[in-house]
């Protein structure tokens, strides 16, 4: 179904793809090309046949990791895993701490009770017993510390949320193992799958006639021209920015797609289905 997909035809991959995902796409692109407006400035990037091929490659895996990321952080939020339990901090999230400060609320209430008692009381327990409730009060202690740093923290996020993309941001926080796990291919037909894909985009580009042109919309695509300039230029040819921008976001939806699929394709086959 992927390979029956024209170029740029974003109609059907872009279906469930949320704005997260888009938005991370689109920013991540906007960092290799810059900002230069088009209408004021007219960029042209000139590319070989095996950049090309890394480039395309990699923007497909970079979809195929932002849908691995953006799953793995709704699981999180679904079950409510606290961020700190897990390898990779989750720092999108503000942490809920209406709840831990209630309850230590009514514990400080206990402790006051405690207090007003304890002369009495210690003088009848045992050494180990001491040793227990200085353990507790240092722990109570301890709680109280991180509860203070997590409200800190939430309104240090609130402060930024309105120019960040959680998204990126989470993928940012995770160690590079864990990148490496996210974007890398579940199966060897996965790794297959994207290398024909990849093919035969170039195999629309570059064509073995002379006359034949890179993108439709070329601001530099005369491959005749390219190819008679030596070898420095030779399997060489040239796009606009914008267009090439366009590819590569084509490609990261292609990827993303690419791993919704796959998902679905395993819980079929988890509920027999197929």
Not at 1 to 23: C, N, Y
Request: with cysteine.
């Amino acid at each position: 179904m992927l390979k029956r997909i024209e170029p740029l035809d974003t109609s059907d991959i872009s279906k469930g793809v949320t704005d997260a995902a888009k938005d991370s796409m689109k920013q991540t692109i906007s960092s290799m090309f810059g900002l230069l407006p088009s209408d004021q400035f007219a960029v042209t990037v000139r590319v070989c046949k095996s950049s090309l091929h890394n480039l395309l490659s990699s923007s497909i895996i970079t979809g195929y990791t932002l849908w691995n990321a953006e799953y793995r952080l709704s699981l999180m939020r679904n079950f409510d895993i606290s961020p700190d339990s897990l390898t990779g901090l989750d720092r999108s999230k503000p942490l809920d701490v209406a709840d831990d400060e209630e309850t230590l609320v009514g514990i400080d209430s206990n402790m006051e009770d405690w207090d007003s008692t304890r002369p009495r009381l210690l003088a009848d327990l045992p050494p180990e017993a001491l040793k227990y409730i200085q353990q507790l009060q240092s722990e109570l202690s301890n709680l109280k510390d991180e509860l203070n740093a997590r409200k800190q923290e939430n309104m240090q996020m609130e402060h930024g949320r309105g120019n960040r993309n959680n998204l990126l941001e989470y993928l940012r926080s995770l160690d590079s193992n864990m990148v490496t796990e996210l974007s890398k291919p579940s199966t060897s037909e996965v790794e297959e799958i994207i290398h024909e894909l990849v093919g035969n985009i170039l195999q629309r580009f570059f064509k073995d006639d002379a006359s034949s042109t890179f993108f439709e919309d070329s601001s530099v695509a005369d491959l005749e021209k390219l190819a008679n300039a030596g070898n420095e230029f030779y399997d060489t040819v040239g796009t606009s920015r914008d267009y090439l921008a366009k590819l590569l976001f084509w490609c990261m939806l292609l990827g993303h797609r690419l791993r919704s699929l796959e998902n679905r394709l395993q819980l079929s086959c988890v509920v027999g289905l197929l």
